[in-house]
């Protein structure tokens, strides 16, 4: 673990608040800064925590652009289980940033290579991510980039390993829902940001938490090549930080 500064929070709602400020003070430094924004439930308290913060007056996302990292393959953009609706629903809804400044990969593209390529040009037209936000699937996957024997570099289309599909089934009616493919930014586009914010909480996540951060850099936990990564700050709770408290006194 060479460059990542590590903050241990009681709970999720303390350790949304110290990501939060994190994307405040990068939205004060240039107010039309691109962020890079995760799905997942563990970026949820820090969305609430957006939210009342620009309430507040605190935050102007009027002229933030924002890249999410991935979206399931074949679902549309109001199926209730996609991507592009979970931001809606969680976040873009309630701030006040453009919808011509949020993008999602498009889930129904017909032409996936083009879809990619363009999605990759948006972001650099945009002059890259200044801040992109991450969560983590217990086998150390980062948007939907699963294990494999190399990092994935850019935009593409990824299948979903079985372990994924099954933590994620609890959004769906059932396993069988729960689509096969998805289309995700690289490791690559990931590694590009300027500065990354890693949110991981729960007792579920102690294990792949010490793996990626304190163990080799492979692509079998592709969250592991963070510690490659300049500027990462990995925000987590006692509960995920458990094992590697205990590892590394
Ligand atoms: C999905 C998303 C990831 C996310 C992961 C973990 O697979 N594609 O971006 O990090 O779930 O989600 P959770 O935070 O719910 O554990």
Redesign the pocket.
């Known amino acids: 673990m060479l460059y990542t500064k590590i903050y241990t929070a009681k709970n999720p709602e303390a350790a949304a608040k110290i990501a939060a400020d994190q994307f405040e003070a990068a939205i004060k430094q240039k107010p039309a800064c691109v962020i890079g924004l995760?799905?997942?439930?563990?970026?949820l308290p820090l969305y609430r925590e957006l939210i009342a913060r620009e309430q507040r007056g605190e935050i102007d996302f009027s002229r933030v652009r924002s890249a999410n990292?991935?979206e399931y393959k074949g679902l549309p953009a109001d199926h209730p289980q996609s991507y592009r609706f979970f931001m809606q629903e969680n976040l873009f809804d309630h701030i006040s940033i453009r919808p011509e400044n949020t993008i999602v990969p498009d889930g129904l593209a017909s032409d996936v290579e083009a879809m990619c390529m363009a999605y990759e040009r948006k972001i650099e037209d945009w002059g890259g991510v200044d801040i992109q936000l991450?969560?983590?699937?217990h086998d150390g996957?980062?948007?939907?980039n699963e294990p494999c024997d190399h990092f994935p570099l850019w935009t593409h289309e990824a299948a979903l390993t079985e372990m994924?599909r099954n933590?994620?089934k609890r959004f769906f009616d059932s396993l069988d829902e729960v689509p096969t493919a998805?289309f995700?930014m690289g490791i690559g586009t990931v590694m590009a940001a300027r500065r990354i914010v890693m949110i991981i909480t729960g007792a579920d996540?102690a294990e792949i938490l010490y793996r990626a951060f304190f163990g080799p850099v492979t692509p079998e936990i592709p969250a592991s090549v963070l510690q490659l990564h300049p500027d990462v700050t990995l925000v987590c709770d006692e509960a995920a930080f458990s094992l590697a408290a205990q590892k590394t006194v």
Do not use: M, R, V
């Open positions: 995760a799905t997942g439930s563990s970026p990292l991935d991450l969560g983590i699937g996957h980062i948007g939907f994924t933590a994620n998805a995700t996540k």
